[in-house]
């Protein structure tokens, strides 16, 4: 169906045009800025720069956007020197952008850097420096809070100085733009929101939304191992956000929400929550997709969780060798990572549920043995000496072992070519032997557990999950059939003990485990999902509330989801170890057709599909601020996977 076409005031004047370099050629194409067409920029604090979940969001749907919307598009982010000279192109602006980029900084010492950003769909970044305006601080946060700031909030600090910076920029936009044009402006998390509150004071003539990924009252809550869904109803959001000491963050996140022309959250467990803590209903909701890619042959990612898996299983013959060793061709590998938000990820419930999935599988006297994953991220000093060790002891070995292989070939090639039948004891060297010898005397003289962590920890006595995997008694013993290793560091392939990067590794586990108590969406289980890897969250997740809604028998799919909502914690440890502990009763067979079950399920999570939110949403917004519709980009009708709706 097309959309209504945009009816506005032809434009007057002399056209100027937009020049931008883009990639992939030397060539150089010019937009009219005096078209009629709106202009779309998204704020955020993660532009060009990795802090949490936000930039995965942003970086996936860079490119639906910029198909939809062109140069018309832009981002506009704090600039970090460090990341932006990874993540971010500088290239020349265009008359156009330079005399925005000029009247800040002239009328207002604001500094502005102008490129693109290196991720897919290259899109048009805006990197405003923060400390230019660090001078104006103490008169914009007085104006905008002014009788409850609390200067020593270095947080609010910065997204107030950000804010009043965009509110600048976006009124240069305005005076640079063909009279009567329509700028759209999406804000994304508290952050990032002070700005539409300055453009709203300002009476700046754009059509603003406000997407709350996560409220910053409700993860506090949650944090603190409060019953937030049970307390919902009767919580007095300010007084709790002021005996959190948080009020100031807590003022802009409402403020943004109640004043934007659109107000929109990621599911509808974030939208109850936006609607008890901020005080405003979303509009709609605007689910977070993914970059889907399928393969054209279902073996062929199949066939990557082999190559992958087998990475982890070398990791894993070295951190548990000698007789400490287990059936690698009988073991599976669940993993769980995010974050370090212990309860709200759910990690104490996974560690419980481990202890009593290892009680089950000893009392039935399974072989199944179960490597438990935690990559979190936590404060370390460096790999501990056992993890080197042990992988360094696996690499010594392969080494010695492929060098016999090569002398033993070498020997049996000659005795055939020369028509002699080979004597078995002469095709090993006394050499050889003793090689053999030396390996194994250094794999006997282990006598230790293997390590449950990898690393030194700062404060290992205190550390969450250290001490609760201890209470729990999962010390990797022998007898043990649930091992763990709580890496807590985040995956790359430039690790030296665990050289894999976190989406090979996803790859190569049989199932991932984020049984959270608060995770507004879930992009762990969707990235499981779109790489073919059954996973288990919970219903407090907006993720799996979305798949519910979507597909009748979620678990016959590979989603398994925990009852954290009206399940007391021990029911719901209960039912997370016998999730588990049937999945290790699949057959080989079974477990490949659930990966393939799950794999097709990547089309709901596609923003292909999803991205037709953020449409309707945008157009929600212009149709409020400016009274007309945007023109929906033709190859949304062509190309976008058929779902119903949300």
């Known amino acids: 169906m097309k959309g209504h076409r945009m009816s506005s005031p032809s434009p007057s004047g002399g056209a100027r045009s937009l020049t931008l370099t883009h990639p992939g050629d030397n060539n150089l194409y010019r937009i009219n800025t005096d078209s009629s067409k709106p202009m779309l920029f998204e704020v955020a604090w ?8 936000i930039y995965t969001v942003l970086t996936t749907k860079s490119d639906v956007t910029v198909r939809e919307w062109g140069d018309r598009f832009a981002f506009i982010g704090p600039y970090a020197p460090k990341s932006a000279a990874t993540e971010f192109e500088q290239i020349r602006p265009s008359p156009f952008v330079a005399s925005v980029i000029d009247q800040v900084y002239n009328k207002h010492g604001i500094k502005v850097h102008f490129g693109r950003w290196l991720v897919k769909g290259y899109p048009r970044c805006f990197l405003i420096d923060i400390e230019s305006s660090r001078d104006k601080l103490a008169g914009w946060r007085s104006e905008l809070q002014g009788g ?8 609010t600090n910065d997204a107030i100085i950000f804010g009043y910076q965009v509110a600048h920029f976006l009124s240069a936009v305005i005076d640079m733009s063909t009279t009567g044009r329509p700028i759209v402006v999406h804000f994304h998390e508290w952050l990032a929101a002070a700005g539409l509150i300055v453009a709203k004071r300002w009476n700046l003539k754009i059509a603003t939304l406000f997407t709350t990924h996560a409220t910053l009252l409700g993860r506090w809550i949650a944090a603190a191992n409060v019953d937030l869904y049970g307390r919902l109803p009767y919580i007095n959001a300010d007084e709790e956000a002021g005996t959190r000491c948080i009020y100031q963050r807590h003022w802009i996140e409402v403020g943004a929400a109640r004043g934007a022309d659109i107000f929109t959250t990621v599911s509808e467990i974030t939208g109850v929550e936006a609607e008890a803590l901020l005080g405003r209903v979303p509009d709609i909701l605007t689910p977070n997709g993914l970059n889907v890619e399928r393969f054209t042959a279902l073996h062929e990612f199949q066939n990557l969780h082999k190559i992958y898996k087998d990475k982890i299983t070398e990791f894993v013959r ?14 599976l590998y669940l993993f769980t990572a995010g974050r370090r938000e212990y309860h709200n990820k759910g990690v104490d419930l996974f560690i419980e549920a481990l202890a009593e999935l290892n009680y089950l599988l000893k009392k039935d006297g399974s072989k199944i043995t179960v490597v438990a994953f935690i990559v979190m991220p936590g404060a370390t000093n460096s790999y501990n000496v056992e993890s080197i060790k042990g992988q360094s002891i696996r690499r010594e070995i392969l080494e010695t072992c492929d060098r016999i292989t090569k002398n033993i070939s070498e020997r049996l090639y000659t005795n055939v070519m020369n028509g002699q039948i080979p004597d078995s004891d002469a095709l090993l060297s006394a050499e050889d032997m003793v090689d053999i010898k030396r390996r194994v005397l250094s794999i006997q003289a282990d006598h230790g557990l293997p390590p449950i962590v990898t690393h030194n920890m700062v404060d290992g006595g205190s550390d969450e999950i250290l001490c609760h995997l201890r209470s729990c008694n999962l010390l990797n013993r022998p007898e043990d059939r649930v091992k763990v290793i709580y890496h807590p560091e985040f995956l790359n392939a430039t690790n030296p003990v665990f050289p894999l990067d976190y989406h090979e590794f996803v790859r190569g586990c049989h199932m991932g485990v984020f049984p959270s108590y608060y995770e507004p969406w879930g992009y762990t289980p969707a990235e499981c999902a779109i790489m073919g890897v059954p996973s288990i969250s919970s219903n407090l997740t907006g993720f799996a509330n979305f798949i519910s809604k979507r597909v009748a028998d979620p678990e016959a799919h590979g989603i398994y989801i925990v009852d954290r909502r009206y399940k007391a914690f021990q029911e719901a440890k209960t039912q997370m170890a016998n999730i588990m502990y049937r999945f290790t009763q699949l057959t080989r067979r079974e477990r490949i057709s659930l990966r393939n079950k799950v794999e097709r399920l990547s089309n709901y999570l596609s923003w292909d599909s999803l991205g037709k939110y953020y449409i309707k949403a945008r157009n929600m917004a212009v149709r409020k601020q400016f009274g007309m519709s945007l023109s929906e980009a033709e190859y949304w009708e062509e190309n976008q996977h058929e779902s119903e709706e949300y």
């Open 46 to 53: 993660e532009v060009a720069r990795k802090v949490g979940g």
């Open 148 to 155: 409850f700031e609390k200067p020593e909030d270095s947080e």
């Open 318 to 331: 070295g951190h548990f060798r000698g007789p400490h060793i287990f059936d690698l061709d009988q073991t």
